[in-house]
């Protein structure tokens, strides 16, 4: 299995950026996919997820209103559009997969980890 996170890069605050994550080697379909996150010096923290076929999400309170995930089935491939950007933001992204029937704001319940992407947002 293999989870490829990319978009990340340097954005002014107010700006946007584009995640993706693509994922090979499984049914993607059937895993709840999420966005974590971890700042320097911090420890990984919960974004947002979104189940199976999308119809539910959940995020975390301070990206409300500004970041949206989605996910293309046929793609195997989860999106994460941040909008409003701000420093607080700065952090590396990760995506995660997990084979549970309900999301998770828990990291240890996902089964599988991309690699990552740097987002810096400067002020």
């Known amino acids: 299995v293999q989870l490829q996170a990319s978009g990340g890069g340097l954005v002014q605050a107010g700006g946007s950026l584009r995640l993706s994550c693509a994922a090979s080697?499984?049914?993607?379909?059937?895993?709840?996919m999420a966005w974590f996150r971890q700042a320097p010096g911090k420890e990984r923290e919960f974004v947002v997820s979104?189940?199976?076929?999308?119809?539910?999400?959940d995020e975390t309170d301070s990206v409300k209103g500004r970041f949206t995930i989605s996910r293309d089935n046929a793609k195997n491939t989860v999106y994460l559009q941040m909008n409003s950007l701000k420093p607080e933001d700065t952090a590396v992204y990760y995506c995660?997969?997990?084979?549970?029937?309900?999301?998770?704001?828990?990291?240890?319940?996902?089964?599988?980890w991309g690699q990552g992407t740097k987002v810096t947002v400067s002020s």
């Open positions: 995660a997969a997990s084979r549970t029937l309900y999301s998770s704001r828990h990291s240890y319940m996902y089964d599988f």
């Open positions: 080697g499984l049914t993607f379909s059937s895993y709840v």
């Open positions: 979104i189940s199976w076929r999308g119809g539910s999400i």
